[in-house]
């Protein structure tokens, strides 16, 4: 049982010695009632602000993944490479890293400008998206293709993890591949379509 319900019981146990005449003088007794009252509901308001901000967390996480997918999904709608850039920098804390398991860890800025205008015409499509509960952690399934930097096609299937903080921003990015990191380059460089 949780602390507070051990309170409650106690106060319901005092109750019940008013009841049975107890020898305590009524006001004693009245007094410690009301200090552990005052303990409860203390304690249920602590517990009642960390859920409204997981809640809080979480929400803005969500906004956060979606506002990320929306600028990936239309760049040029939103402005210059460098506008977008910003953008979706703002998305993150300050210092985050996107630690690609093919290209190596690189800071958030440089990893969005080789993914989206590092290549002709690059596209990531989201399939799947999840969050965590409380909003400290996510990630999505998608695919990434466009022209490669010698002019033929690639597409390449990938997932991210993600961490969150409080305000919803990514703090460590991981990206993955189902391929080994050669095929990733490979395909970047050269295209892998058919």
Do not use: H
Request: glycine share 8%.
């Amino acid at each position: 049982m949780r602390t507070g319900s051990f309170r409650f019981l106690a106060i319901i146990g005092l109750t019940g010695l008013f009841a049975a005449g107890c020898s305590t003088s009524e006001s004693e007794q009245v007094e410690d009632l009301r200090a552990d009252l005052e303990e409860v509901t203390a304690e249920r308001d602590e517990l009642l602000a960390a859920a409204d901000a997981r809640q809080q967390r979480a929400s803005k996480t969500v906004a956060n993944q979606e506002r990320v997918e929306e600028l990936l999904a239309d760049p040029a709608s939103f402005g210059t490479d460098e506008e977008v850039l910003d953008m979706l920098v703002e998305l993150t804390a300050p210092g985050t890293v996107m630690d690609d398991t093919a290209f190596g860890p690189v800071p958030i800025r440089t990893a969005w400008r080789s993914t989206m205008f590092g290549t002709a015409d690059a596209t990531i499509d989201t399939w799947v998206k999840w969050t965590a509960e409380d909003g400290s952690s996510g990630g999505s399934l998608w695919v990434w293709d466009g022209t490669a930097q010698n002019g033929e096609q690639f597409e390449l299937i990938g997932v991210n993890l993600d961490t969150f903080d409080a305000n919803g921003l990514v703090t460590y990015s991981l990206v993955d591949w189902p391929y080994p990191a050669d095929y990733v380059k490979q395909a970047f460089a050269t295209g892998n379509t058919p």
